[in-house]
């Protein structure tokens, strides 16, 4: 290929007019490939690249406005014009602008993060040149799609306050917890990731509780200075023994205050650490525990690592930093809450109320065994 390729773009120009129609598209994804090859051009170049596109964008199929977007994407000289152009003619090749093409104004790409199509600030929140004030934009942003791309891009600058925001939502996305949590080191913002971390991250996290002085901050609710009365312990306990996962559940939502979905996700958390510290948040003794742990946790039980770590947490861990934990992993903060505490239901009305469905639906609904998730 000759190095003077504005003596190739004249020749194609001039051809261009004598192609059929049908050969247009063509001609446009050998032109945009000639000008991509280069890494510079002179304004010449970049002239006669923009009117001969110009005239061939309008015989463009999907397929070659998504070919011409890709290659212009990554091309520093690509004329600003011919991309609009691209954008208004096609979504997928907007996208694949959005997500790297250099030529975007700033205004444009931050509209777009604030209050563009789902699909199209997901793209953004691709891109590797992204500020602050970008992604604090896209963070603010509740659908699902966008949070994980930004989360994903290893380049975006996520602020405290951005990492935070996210991190409250990851709990209960598992894909964006496990995006948050491959960034980098765990921090004490990580806290709600808790249930979508690895034993290391865990391990992590439990010691910037700790370090953090959670104990002595009165960040937990006054809650946690109380011990759980003989009632509720022998409820709690006869519902993992007797394998009622669902009564066992219900309970446990009701001591933390929390929702049964978020009890259920510890409880069905197979290293049963999860499990332990919700165990030590609402004061249950350690010989229940330890009972509870053996005969309905059957994976916990036949693994000493695995046993002998949960019951270490109960010496580990203070209380308060235990609910502080769990505070996070279920999004139930009762520092906010009075420090009166509500009486727990009687054995038999939550058996009835896992029974009747948390709409009251009166229809039946069976109380899984709990051996079969463990």
């Given at each position: 290929m000759p190095t003077d390729i504005y003596a190739r773009l004249r020749d194609l120009a001039a051809s261009a007019e004598a192609k059929p129609s049908e050969m247009r598209p063509?001609?446009?994804?050998?032109t945009t490939d000639l000008f991509a090859l280069h890494p510079q051009h002179t304004p010449e170049e970049i002239r006669l690249y923009e009117e001969m596109a110009d005239r061939l964008i309008d015989s463009a199929d999907e397929a070659t406005l998504i070919h011409v977007a890709r290659k212009l994407a990554g091309c520093a000289d690509a004329p600003?014009?011919?991309?609009k152009r691209i954008r208004a003619?096609?979504?997928?090749?907007?996208?694949?602008?959005?997500?790297?093409?250099?030529?975007?104004?700033w205004r444009d790409l931050r509209h777009v993060a604030a209050s563009g199509a789902c699909d199209l600030a997901a793209a953004v929140a691709q891109r590797s040149d992204l500020d602050r004030e970008a992604v604090r934009l896209l963070a603010a942003r509740p659908?699902?799609?966008?949070?994980?791309?930004?989360?994903?891009?290893?380049?975006?600058?996520?602020?405290?306050?951005?990492?935070?925001?996210?991190?409250?939502?990851?709990?209960?996305?598992?894909?964006?917890?496990?995006?948050?949590?491959?960034?980098?080191?765990?921090t004490l913002d990580c806290l709600p990731l808790y249930l979508a971390a690895d034993a290391q991250e865990r391990a992590r996290l439990i010691a910037l509780a700790l370090e953090a002085g959670l104990a002595q901050s009165g960040l937990a609710s006054a809650a946690a200075s109380e011990t759980l009365d003989d009632d509720a312990a022998a409820r709690i306990e006869a519902a993992a023994i007797r394998q009622k996962r669902t009564t066992f559940a219900l309970l446990l939502a009701d001591l933390l205050r929390c929702d049964s979905l978020c009890a259920r996700r510890i409880v069905e958390d197979e290293s049963g650490d999860a499990l332990a510290l919700a165990f030590v948040a609402i004061g249950l003794p350690q010989p229940a525990a330890a009972r509870i742990f053996l005969i309905a946790f059957p994976k916990v039980a036949l693994s000493p690592d695995l046993f002998g770590r949960t019951m270490k947490l109960f010496q580990a861990i203070p209380?308060?930093?235990?609910?502080?934990?769990?505070?996070?992993m279920t999004g139930a903060p009762r520092a906010?809450?009075?420090?009166?505490?509500?009486?727990?239901?009687?054995?038999?009305?939550?058996?009835?109320?896992?029974?009747?469905?948390?709409?009251?639906?009166?229809?039946?609904?069976?109380?899984?065994?709990?051996?079969?998730?463990?």
């Open positions: 063509v001609l446009l994804r050998v600003a014009t011919l991309l003619r096609s979504v997928e090749a907007e996208r694949e602008i959005l997500r790297a093409g250099p030529q975007i104004e659908e699902r799609e966008i949070a994980r791309a930004l989360a994903a891009n290893p380049l975006a600058p996520l602020g405290a306050e951005s990492l935070r925001l996210l991190a409250l939502r990851g709990r209960d996305d598992p894909a964006l917890a496990r995006a948050l949590l491959d960034r980098c080191a765990p209380r308060r930093v235990a609910t502080r934990i769990v505070d996070a906010a809450a009075s420090s009166a505490r509500a009486p727990v239901r009687p054995f038999a009305a939550t058996v009835t109320h896992a029974q009747t469905g948390a709409h009251g639906s009166g229809a039946s609904q069976p109380d899984l065994p709990l051996r079969k998730s463990f």
